[in-house]
């Protein structure tokens, strides 16, 4: 157990719809990221928030966005959801911004029908 | 459930013997190279990772090593176990923490 948790594990949804993800750190860690896992291009870097601040921005479409609260747990919105936005969707928590060592979440799996 | 694609390439090996799994990476401006493990149904478990001023560095069970010239990372796993069947990433990081670039992971299959 990686101390990271994300809810929920399942979600099932129609195109168009709008869902939220959600992710608590490890107790401590600072930094979160968020990655999309699919089929066809393995595991993508969304985004990345350090204590409430967002500080580097991946391969996030603009129908995405995300937010880390002051209790520094965050939240992924996925919005006008897409067949091919079907993916694992993971977070990773690590203490600072410095740090390589990642600690991923169990993913939540999104499949849009 | 699975966790990743259907089509990585996959390296089988025997029980007890040595495993090594090869990277190429992209950019030689990151600043660390580092490998995650991924068991079926669950997120990716760091395990080692290695600075860009180093060529080699060893952990648990585990060697990595970093050929710069021609864009090269390995992970050797000696004695492999059956436990160690999972996918295994490589990744960069750039900007010392801030961007992650995945690569596309290779399947390691233990055979008893």
């Known amino acids: 157990d990686s101390g990271v948790t994300q809810t929920p594990k399942h979600l099932i949804t129609a195109t168009g719809q709008r869902v939220t993800l959600r992710c608590s750190p490890r107790s401590g860690d600072l930094s979160v990221y968020w990655y999309q896992q699919s089929l066809d291009q393995g595991l993508q870097f969304l985004i990345h928030y350090y204590n409430g601040e967002e500080r580097a921005k991946g391969n996030i479409l603009e129908r995405f966005s995300a937010q880390q609260f002051p209790d520094l747990h965050s939240e992924l919105n996925l919005s006008s959801l897409e067949l091919g936005d079907s993916a694992l969707y993971f977070c990773?928590?690590?203490?600072?911004?410095?740090?390589?060592?990642?600690?991923f979440g169990p993913g939540t799996r999104l499949t849009v029908t | 459930g699975e966790s990743v694609g259907l089509h990585l390439p996959t390296l089988s090996v025997q029980e007890g013997d040595n495993s090594i799994i090869n990277c190429a990476y992209s950019n030689s401006a990151s600043d660390y190279f580092i490998w995650y493990k991924q068991e079926s149904g669950k997120g990716p478990q760091f395990i080692i990772d290695?600075?860009?001023?180093?060529d080699k560095r060893q952990g648990q069970r585990v060697t990595v090593l970093l050929n710069k010239t021609v864009k090269h990372l390995s992970l050797q796993i000696a004695a492999t176990q059956p436990g160690d069947s999972a996918v295994y990433f490589c990744a960069e990081n750039k900007n010392y923490g801030q961007n992650f670039v995945f690569g596309p992971g290779t399947r390691l299959s233990v055979l008893p």
């Open positions: 990773a928590s690590t203490i600072g911004t410095g740090r390589t060592e990642q600690y």
């Open positions: 290695i600075r860009s001023n180093m």
